[in-house]
Structures are given as structure tokens and as C-alpha cells.
């Protein structure tokens, strides 16, 4: 498993959200030799761009980026996206992103885009149909990610996280807006291609 450098699973200070002590999504302390919550996107072994930032101009083509890791919160919306990534404004935060899709189908940078479904927010046909809309054509690979609820966020610890026939149903909207390439993950099976 990559990035639990010796722990046998991933843990905070692996995480590319850890910075200084602090969880850079809830704002919260964190023990960097902790177990990693739900939302752990593993720091990188390659060059990444991470979503709203600007590609810096190469000189070399060993200098390009070959790789970007988004995530895909919600859709490109300003109201959609506030409510998935917790923002209450999020025009700035939309067109930053939409941004460095554009800069990255341009360089020729594969862009891996990544939804965790959470059943108060990311658990709708309707929101996985605009994400697939919004990244088809600027994406190599989508993942769909289960919610688990043995992490450190607290208000989300009671709810179950969605069943892996429910990420089914959601890749099937995904494939259904000519998306390829689309993953589902659970913490039972593990990752399994669906198209």
C-alpha cells in the first residue's frame, strides 16, 4: 500500500491535506502518525498540480508534469461546489478549477479526478451526472470513492457509508455521460474497474 512507510496503513502525515500539525480540510489538529481519515489522498511520488493552481511554464519537456490528482467535489457550479467542499463561496474556487483542467488538457497532463461519496452530500445521480459532464474530455481516470466513517470527522461518523452497489449504480451515471475509465473503491473490495 503506498504511502504507510512502514505504519501498514496510511497515516496523516502522508497525506497531501496535512500541513504543519493540522488537517488543511477540517482545520483540526491531527497526530501525523495517526491512522488517516476517509478523505486521505496520498502525497505524491511524481510531480502533481493540484486543482486551482497554475501550471508553471517548462523550458524542458522533462519538466512538464505528467500526472494531476483532482477532486472532484462536486459539479463546476459555484452553489453545488460550495455545498460539497463546505465553502460559502466558491465562484473563485470554480473557475480555478476549471482552469487547470483547461491548462492540463493542454500540456497533455492526465488528470485523475476523484468523488467520495457521502451520503449527505455527494449521493445523488443528479451530482455525479454534472461531475461527469463537467470532466468528460479532461480526465483520464474517475474514481468513486465509499465514504468511511471510521475516521476522525465527527459529524459524519453515524451514517453509513454508501454500499458498494451504490457506486455501482453511480459509475453506471458516470459511464452513462460517455465517461471511461471510471473506478469504484470500498474499504471491503478495494478498487474495481466498472468501464
Known amino acids: 500500500m503506498a504511502n504507510t512507510k512502514g505504519y501498514g496503513y496510511p497515516v496523516h502525515r502522508n497525506c497531501v491535506n496535512f500541513?504543519?500539525?493540522l488537517c488543511t480540510l477540517s482545520g483540526v489538529a491531527v497526530?501525523?502518525?495517526?491512522?488517516?481519515?476517509p478523505r486521505f489522498t496520498p502525497r505524491s511520488t511524481t510531480?502533481?498540480?493540484?486543482s486551482g493552481?497554475?501550471?508553471?511554464?517548462?523550458k524542458q519537456p522533462s519538466q512538464m508534469y505528467t500526472s494531476q490528482i483532482s477532486r472532484a467535489k462536486?459539479?463546476?457550479?459555484?452553489?453545488d461546489y460550495a455545498r460539497g467542499a463546505g465553502v460559502s463561496n466558491a465562484g473563485g474556487i470554480v473557475a480555478n478549477v476549471q482552469r487547470t483542467l483547461d491548462i492540463c488538457k493542454e500540456y497533455g497532463v492526465d488528470v485523475e479526478a476523484r468523488?467520495?461519496?457521502?451520503p449527505t452530500v455527494t449521493d445523488s445521480e443528479r451530482f455525479i451526472?454534472?461531475?461527469a459532464r463537467d470532466i468528460r474530455d479532461r480526465y483520464a481516470v474517475y474514481y468513486l470513492q465509499q465514504y468511511d466513517n471510521t475516521g476522525e470527522v465527527l459529524r459524519l461518523k453515524k451514517l453509513a457509508p454508501p454500499t458498494k452497489e451504490r457506486l455501482i449504480e453511480l459509475a453506471e451515471v458516470a459511464l452513462g455521460e460517455g465517461l471511461e475509465n471510471v473506478y469504484v473503491k470500498?474499504?471491503?473490495?478495494?478498487?474495481?474497474?466498472m468501464g
Open 19 to 21: 500541513q504543519n500539525g
Open 129 to 131: 451526472r454534472e461531475i
Open 53 to 58: 493552481s497554475a501550471l508553471p511554464e517548462a
Open 31 to 37: 497526530n501525523p502518525y495517526g491512522a488517516a481519515c
Open 115 to 118: 468523488t467520495t461519496v457521502d
Open 186 to 193: 470500498t474499504r471491503e473490495d478495494g478498487l474495481g474497474r
Open 74 to 79: 462536486a459539479p463546476l457550479n459555484p452553489t
Open 47 to 50: 510531480k502533481t498540480l493540484r
